[in-house]
């Protein structure tokens, strides 16, 4: 199971007693900011997508939304999300679990600018009832991103 390679990957860092996971669902950002307590903006979604064959993660603010032009200047191809079956097949991860830590080989993480207003925030943990409270500093460590990009908009309108 998705969160059990999560776990894992988090107690090989010493962490993995900071996983949360929920009796309700957490798999919207709605949903994990109820389960959380917290605004939606600092949940960290974290949106799959196929460019040039090849998978990607963005992790984006909860309130942010990819900006079509700004994407495909980043990456040359119009935003493509996966589906729920090449999610599980291609980033290993099912929908509304989808994080990115524990990833198949091959899927490079991207970090949007939209998160970097916020001392910590949560991404899920694999699973959609799963969350971890990480700093920016922590995120970036644990997530090895390829790149900070800046794909999204909304969230200056919102911004604390």
């Known amino acids: 199971m998705s969160i059990e390679k999560v776990k894992a990957f988090f107690a090989a860092r010493g962490i993995a007693d900071r996983v949360l996971e ?12 109820q389960a ?5 903006c600092r949940i960290a979604k974290t949106l799959s997508f196929l460019v040039n064959g090849a998978p990607i993660l963005i992790v984006a603010a909860g309130d942010a939304k990819i900006d079509n032009p700004k994407y495909k200047a980043q990456f040359g191809a ?5 589906s729920p ?6 980033i290993g ?10 990833v198949n080989a091959g899927v490079s993480v991207y970090l949007d600018e939209s998160l970097r207003r916020f001392e910590t925030v949560f991404p899920a ?16 460590q644990y997530s090895a991103p390829a790149a900070w990009v800046d794909v999204c908009r909304g969230w200056q309108e919102s911004a604390l």
Request: net charge negative.
């Open 93 to 102: 991860h099912a929908v509304g679990g989808v994080c990115p830590f524990a």
């Open 125 to 140: 943990c694999g699973s959609s009832n799963s969350a971890i409270e990480l700093t920016m500093a922590e995120l970036e």
């Open 36 to 40: 959380l307590h917290c605004e939606p």
């Open 22 to 33: 929920f009796d309700v669902s957490s798999a919207t950002v709605e949903l994990a900011a």
């Open 78 to 82: 119009k935003a493509k999300m996966l």
């Open 85 to 90: 079956d090449e999610a599980v097949a291609l």
